[in-house]
């Protein structure tokens, strides 16, 4: 939901060297108090002072509070001062605490909602909104009677006739507060002290978010439960702004606040007491807290590890002792589908947890080892939204190469990268834009890790003697125009992803390289023959995962000037340039969620030909390189100068490419 804004009235400046606008920081925080410091000091010699807040994308309580202080110093020497474009992130913080009168935003964006809409029934408002009609009004009000119990707002959502948010922005309109999305938004301020139990937030549905001076912003899913408002304005003795979120909402900014706090590691071994069943549901639930894509419970000679893979890296999160361990790996096993009996082989099997509104399946495997059965859960969110090639991260040379490659009639595309790379979340992107109802798609994958709507998927079962080549051989009598291969390991899957690209299928596939030239010869290796793989190949997509900074506490650095010569040549600019802090936010590591960097090798006649004639890895990169492809160290170095990732995971990135 976009702030409205009038249009600003057209200034002037005089001095010669004084822009018109002068940008805020990205993030405001503590951690950008000198670049702040220094926009005061450009503002105070100005004749007009205006910023641009379109730039902000994250706010914490010390970065609004600065931000404040600068406006009140302003106006205190008495000079004008305005924020042109207040970005939506601004505007939800300025609105939470009711700053309009010391954060002056362009066009009264800050200002609060306008009483029109007090009192007035939700379903009137939605129509109002544009957000519902009246024949779906009158369908949910009919549901509604078969279910005397049920809320009106929540059948509307579960009938699909309106989103999550759209009953949330209508309940703030009915009881005149304003509308946020605090972790969407990036207006939760996850370091906020107020002594209250996450536990008793959860009850309640609420969560604090911002604070400034003496009032707290608190975000609540029922503006109608005056006693959660009441419950914190007590404990804190603060004034309490409310405002309104959805109870994802609130769950998402709990589940940071709690990862930030530690209480979801530190509680483990106090809450862990009774059984298995107790222990197991404990530490997945942490483990969702915490952002976990894997959980690892490790056999020890005296007892059992627990870590959580998150952000790419393992952490040690507790221990149990041995009886406790192998308990909670049987109750593992149970709900697997396994043989709990058995213990000297692997075994694999799947879980479906649901708890509140979290939603995943667990991909588990078990693995005997010296002192005992070692058990992995790889969790996949079965609510995860499919996200385009260009949310990815994919852009300009790199995103058009691709797609003009996924949009022919046939040919092979693959994706390359280690393991744990995103290679079958970029496929299922690709799916999810080439899918049509006039084409028959089909994927054999290991496993299935999401539903795609509209594609037939196949997920191979070895124990049943359903292996990649056996689904393969058996699609290709299915009429398929497209074919997905989870991964491409041996010569048979080889030669069958090949045959079918070359007999008029689009073959989408994964494999295991470094880079995106040493495709074609792996292909080779496994025992296609050269002028196949150069008469079928189309493009060849190399990927990492990047650690993102955390907005929160990121600093300024300034790299040696040996190391900007150093790489001057794959596009390090002068900077600025970021490091990794720490704070609370990303639990000291500095960094907090992903991003793609790529490399995209698109196949001309030339290339063909070389790889026809047994061109090295070192003679088609080369050549790719100088037709234009952006390797994955340049792509890596374009999202460090971009401020998003420091130059440390840039080279980690591109160490291959």
Not at 448 to 466: F, M, Y
Request: aromatic share 4%; with cysteine.
């Amino acid at each position: 939901m976009k702030p409205t804004s009038n249009q600003f009235p057209d200034v002037s400046f005089s001095g010669e060297n004084i822009p018109r606008s002068l940008p805020l920081p990205e993030a405001l925080s503590s951690s950008r108090t000198q670049e702040l410091e220094n926009i005061f000091a450009e503002l105070r010699l100005g004749s007009v002072t205006v910023l641009d807040g379109s730039t902000v994308k994250s706010i914490d309580t010390d970065g609004l509070e600065l931000l404040g202080s600068i406006c009140a110093r302003i106006q205190g020497i008495g000079k004008p001062i305005q924020i042109q474009s207040p970005s939506i992130t601004l505007v939800g913080a300025c609105r939470s605490l009711q700053l309009q009168n010391k954060i002056p935003l362009e066009g009264h964006a800050g200002d609060p909602p306008h009483p029109r809409f007090l009192g007035k029934r939700v379903g009137e408002i939605l129509i109002e909104l544009g957000h519902l009609n009246n024949v779906d009004l009158e369908k949910g009000l009919s549901k509604a009677k078969e279910h005397p119990d049920a809320y009106l707002g929540r059948i509307l959502i579960e009938e699909g006739f309106i989103e999550g948010p759209h009953l949330a922005e209508a309940l703030a309109l009915q009881h005149a507060l304003p509308f946020v999305l605090p972790t969407e938004w990036k207006i939760l301020d996850v370091s906020l002290e107020h002594g209250i139990p996450t536990s008793e937030l959860r009850t309640h549905c609420a969560v604090p978010i911002l604070r400034f001076g003496d009032t707290l912003a608190v975000a609540v899913s029922d503006p109608s439960d005056v006693y959660a408002v009441d419950l914190i304005r007590r404990a804190t003795s603060l004034k309490v702004s409310a405002v309104v979120t959805t109870p994802e909402e609130v769950q998402r900014g709990l589940d940071l606040i709690q990862r930030a706090s530690g209480q979801s590691t530190s509680t483990e071994s106090e809450s862990i007491s009774s059984n298995g069943s107790d222990r197991f549901d404990r530490l997945l639930l942490n483990g969702l807290i915490e952002g976990a894509s894997d959980i690892h419970l490790e056999a020890m000679e005296d007892g059992y590890s627990l870590r959580y893979r998150v952000d790419g890296r393992l952490r040690d999160v507790s221990t149990f002792g041995l009886s406790e361990g192998r308990e909670v790996v049987a109750r593992i096993k149970v709900l697997a589908g396994c043989d709990i009996a058995e213990k000297r082989r692997p075994q694999d099997g799947r879980i479906h947890f649901q708890e509140a509104d979290r939603d995943v399946d667990l991909r588990v495997s078990t693995m005997p080892t010296v002192y005992g059965e070692k058990a992995v859960m790889r969790v996949l969110d079965r609510k995860a939204q499919c996200q385009t090639l260009e949310e990815l991260g994919l852009e300009s040379r790199n995103l058009g190469w691709l797609r003009d490659a996924i949009q022919a009639p046939h040919g092979l595309v693959l994706v390359t990268g280690p393991t744990g790379a995103g290679k079958t979340t970029t496929l299922y992107s690709v799916l999810d834009e080439i899918v049509t109802p006039e084409i028959n798609v089909a994927t054999v994958e290991n496993p299935v890790e999401r539903a795609i709507s509209g594609v037939n998927q196949t997920q191979v079962n070895h124990k049943a003697g359903l292996g990649f080549e056996t689904c393969l051989h058996s699609l290709l009598r299915q009429d398929p125009d497209v074919i997905m291969i989870g991964e491409i390991r041996d010569n048979e899957t080889a030669a069958i992803a090949v045959e079918a690209a070359l007999t008029g299928h689009l073959v989408l596939a994964t494999l295991h390289t470094n880079d995106a030239p040493s495709a074609a010869t792996r292909l080779v290796q496994m025992g296609v023959e050269p002028y196949l793989v150069a008469a079928t190949l189309k493009a060849v997509m190399a990927q990492r995962l990047l650690r993102k900074l955390c907005d929160s506490c990121k600093a300024s650095v300034a790299l040696p000037e040996a190391v900007r010569e150093n790489f001057a040549s794959s596009g390090l600019s002068e900077g600025p340039h970021f490091r990794a802090e720490g704070c609370p936010a990303c639990r000291k590591s500095g960094y907090t969620g992903r991003l793609g960097v790529f490399e995209v090798m698109q196949i001309d006649s030339a290339l063909q030909r070389m790889i026809a004639n047994g061109s090295s890895n070192n003679e088609l990169r080369e050549y790719a390189v100088n037709r234009g492809m952006i390797s994955l160290l340049k792509n890596g170095i374009s999202r460090v100068n971009a401020g998003h990732t420091s130059l440390e995971e840039a080279l980690r990135a591109g160490s291959s490419g």
